[in-house]
């Protein structure tokens, strides 16, 4: 293993490994450690494993310098049982975690001590724990490191027993240490910084800059401790972030540079206080006004005289006939259903109580300025967005690819979409994302036909379903740059945790938002762009505009950005918990239209138990984000290298890396892939940076064409035969995705399945002979080349492209869709049938009613008001799932007849 001293951190698997695979260094050192004991090993093997972990295991509070050092006395006077018997206690409490909870793993034992092994397991699912949240906050010091025990006891002395939290210290004495430390530990939850710490490491540890390196952080400057500040509040910005200074603390608050500080200390005399303060920290981050509340009226004997009886349960548990229902989901349900406003609870439709403060927390935590809690899914976010934002005859510049709602969102705002196309992956019958160039392309045209006024807003998805995140700071950057005031709605109803991890963070509408943000604020930014201006010349052709990176005038721009996620599908929210976030300096312009968008969309019942999750799911990103992010990344790395090097998975299956999902052209890094031989951690971090699409790991597409299965037979093979669930398939792959649940048996299960139905694929060929080889054969090539072009949106008819006469792109939808509720304009035409060909053939043009969405993945192939062409039939009769949302095989196409249209 090489993450330590000597070696350096190049592998971005071993990166993510950093923290969980902590466990597996410590059983190789255990293990290493017992071999010696039996004489298979020597004293220098188990030194120099001890020596590997020493730089990275200083990042963490447990074992602690005094268990570390016994084990180096240990080893350093040859005692190898000792040696042995200490390892297995530290690699056991780690495992278990039993050092959060219990003070006596810290402790040095006498050596028969040292070798129990602890027994205590976590809690089991469900299961009442007690115990006190546990966190590490960071301690970054002056004093020398043999002073450091003596400051963690001293922080250990102010524990109280009415304190809500217990935590241990990480101390280290320098800004790279400390900066290593906060990447590497997502249990620290605070940072105290006493001022005076050099910029120095103490150790010379390439793999400490290996991890430093990418992140750019500045080189030695005069102000360390808020330069520390800073750049923790970029990699962790949910850590709260305290400063000990003898200066002038009074001056130093007033500082600017000091507003990502929570608060600062003079002097070291108010240990308590800091204490407390770093309690209060984390529990301003661990209440949830709403679920706090709930549980509150949960427990209050209360009688309901209104509607909903199924509210604290008497009609579930005194019936004979549906008593399992309450069995099932237990008490506390029923006490927590109410449809009561009042008493403690609050109003998802006007707000003024504990979820309007859950909503302000959300926003914090998500780096927004307001959010909106929404309990019918990022379907209806996405609709109170576009009604919110948009009205007839607006612009919108769209991925026609997004999901479904946006299109509907249009249909009731009158807003008129102009589709923008993804490019294609036609070999796995899928759709990437949309170009920069196809969106700056379509701004510049309404600009030559003098419309950029009409143009409202962007919309698109990021990341896509199967993964494409965009560079959402460039595409902004240079869309402002054309149209200052030009609102963007980011669908993120896969990637709301993205927030939580640096990586994905500057690929997020927030992220880049408060990125851009920044950026408006330098006074370098004006002369940038004043740069730009001269060099393009005052009246820049397109094609100028299209090569160049461009620079918008930041005296200009409006900086207005929206953003939807499922809460439900990457945290723990209950399923259609979803969020709409703000970022929009002229939010007050439209307030009352997002007011009027919740009264339209909001149910007058919301679920008290959805809005409780949205709060709770809020507090666990803002307390343990990070980690469970690194995890569903580690999970993803782990489930990508074991099925792809895999001698017989890897024969019939394969994880599409970053080279096949994103073509060359819009990899400007160079990067291709995250296990890639020779890639390196430094140019992921780049390529996060500067790449116009960046694969989300966690996101995986499965091939499974070349095992002889379209992958809804392999989605319900997994489903019905192995008990696992996944969602997305196309022709010849299915969408794999891991999460903040997932855990390392998960990977285990997952590759036993498919080593069982590799095993069971061999078995046929070998039993078969000839004839099923030829079979298979025949049938992974149709799966794999016989592939249906994907098509493009092909263009609104006429009758709604009505701009004075001209043809637009854009169209009028709403008039298509509302048009199609009078069924004497409307006909069908059987998919399949000569009928269908003909009218291709010969025309007259066939113009879509409604719209066509296969499910999954859910967007629309036709919309209202379409003409449909010849791909788009092939498509449909390609198409390999049985959901088609607007599409009845019975009757065929629903049509809008032509000929009454231009008649
Ligand atoms: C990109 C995108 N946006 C929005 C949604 C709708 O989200 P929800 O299921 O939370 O309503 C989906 C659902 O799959 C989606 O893929």
Known sequence: MSIAAGGTVQRIDQFFAMHSGRADYWRDLTNLAQEWALGRKQRKDVEAAREDLSVIEAFHAYHGPRLFGTLGEYIARDDASGAAALTRRISNSLLTRAYRHRPGEWELHDQQDAEEVTDVLPPSLGERDLRRPYFEVLFVTSQPASRWPALAAELRRLRRPEDGFVYEAVIVGSLEDAFCAAVVNPSLNAAVLVEGFPYQSRYDAPALRSILKPFGVPENTK??????????????????????????????????????????????????????????????RYETPFFDNLKKYAMRPIGTFHALPIARGKSIFRSDWIRDMGEFYGINLFLAESSATTGGLDSLLEPTGNIKR????????????????????????????????????????????????????????????????????????????????????????????????????????????????????????????????????????????????????????????????????????????????????????????????????????????????????????????????????????????????????????????????????????????????????????????????????????????????????????????????????????????????????????????????????????????????????????????????????????????????????????????????????????????????????????????????????????????????????CEYVPLLGSECDRRLREGPEMVSANFVIPYPPGFPIMVPGQVITQETIDFMRKLDVKEIHGYERAKGLKLLRADVMTG
């Open 223 to 284: 102000d360390l401790t808020l330069l520390l500040a800073t750049a923790l509040k970029r990699v962790r910005p949910e850590l709260d972030i305290y400063m000990v200074s003898d200066r002038d603390v009074e001056a130093l608050a007033g500082d600017h540079a000091a507003d990502c500080v929570r608060r600062i200390f003079y002097g070291v005399e108010e240990f308590m206080e800091q204490h407390l303060a770093i309690l209060e920290g984390v529990q301003a």
């Open 358 to 825: 859950a909503q302000e927390m959300a926003a914090r935590a998500f780096g927004a300025d307001h959010v909106f809690f929404v309990t019918n899914g990022t379907s209806t976010s996405n609709k109170m967005a576009v009604q919110a934002l948009t009205a007839p005859g607006d612009i919108v510049i769209v991925d026609r690819n997004c999901h479904k709602s946006h299109h509907y969102g249009f249909v009731l705002s009158g807003a008129q979409p102009f589709y923008v196309e993804a490019f294609p992956m036609t070999e796995y019958s899928m759709y990437g994302a949309v170009p920069l160039a196809t969106i700056k392309r379509a701004l510049l045209s309404l600009r030559a036909e003098g419309r950029l006024d009409k143009v409202r807003m962007l919309d698109l998805t990021n990341c896509t379903f199967d993964g494409h995140m965009y560079n959402v700071r460039r595409v902004m950057e240079e869309c402002l740059a054309i149209k200052p005031d030009l609102i963007f709605l980011w669908d993120e109803a896969w990637s709301g945790f993205a927030r939580f991890s640096p990586f994905f963070r500057p690929r997020t509408a927030m992220g880049a938002a408060a990125d851009i943000e920044a950026w408006l604020r330098q006074p370098s930014s004006l002369a940038s762009y004043e740069r730009q201006r001269e060099e393009l010349g005052s009246s820049p052709s397109d094609e100028a505009l299209m090569a160049a990176r461009l620079i918008p005038d930041p005296r200009k721009v409006r900086l207005r950005v929206y953003q939807t996620n499922s809460t439900h599908k990457s945290m723990s929210a209950i399923r259609q918990g979803s969020m709409l976030l703000v970022k929009d300096v002229d939010f007050h312009s439209v307030e009352a239209q997002f007011h009027e968008a919740v009264f339209t969309h909001a149910s007058t019942s919301p679920n008290q138990q959805l809005i409780a999750s949205l709060d709770v799911a809020r507090r666990q990103m803002e307390l343990e984000g990070y980690s469970l992010v690194m995890n569903a990344i580690e999970i993803a790395l782990k489930i990508r290298s074991a099925i792809n090097t895999h001698t017989l998975i890897s024969k019939y299956f394969r994880v599409l890396g970053t080279d096949a999902m994103v073509p060359e052209q819009y990899r400007q890094s160079g990067f291709q892939d995250y296990l890639s031989p020779g890639i390196g951690w430094s140019d992921v971090v780049n390529a996060t940076r500067d790449d116009e699409f960046f694969l989300d790991p966690t996101r995986m597409t499965l091939v499974c064409g070349t095992a002889g299965f379209d992958g809804t037979q392999f989605k319900g093979l997994l489903a019905s035969q192995y008990n696992i669930q996944i969602n997305k398939t196309s022709r010849n792959s299915v969408l794999l995705q891991s999460n903040i649940n997932n855990t390392r048996s998960d990977v285990a299960h997952l590759v036993r399945v498919l080593v069982e139905i590799c095993q069971g694929i061999e078995k046929q060929l070998t039993d078969g002979g000839d004839q099923e080889r030829a079979a298979f054969e025949a049938r992974v090539k149709s799966l794999m080349t016989d592939v249906p072009d994907l098509p493009n949106f092909s263009r609104f008819h006429e009758v709604f492209r009505k701009t004075s006469g001209r043809a637009t792109p854009e169209g009028d939808m709403r008039s298509a869709f509302f048009g199609a509720y009078d069924p004497a304009i």
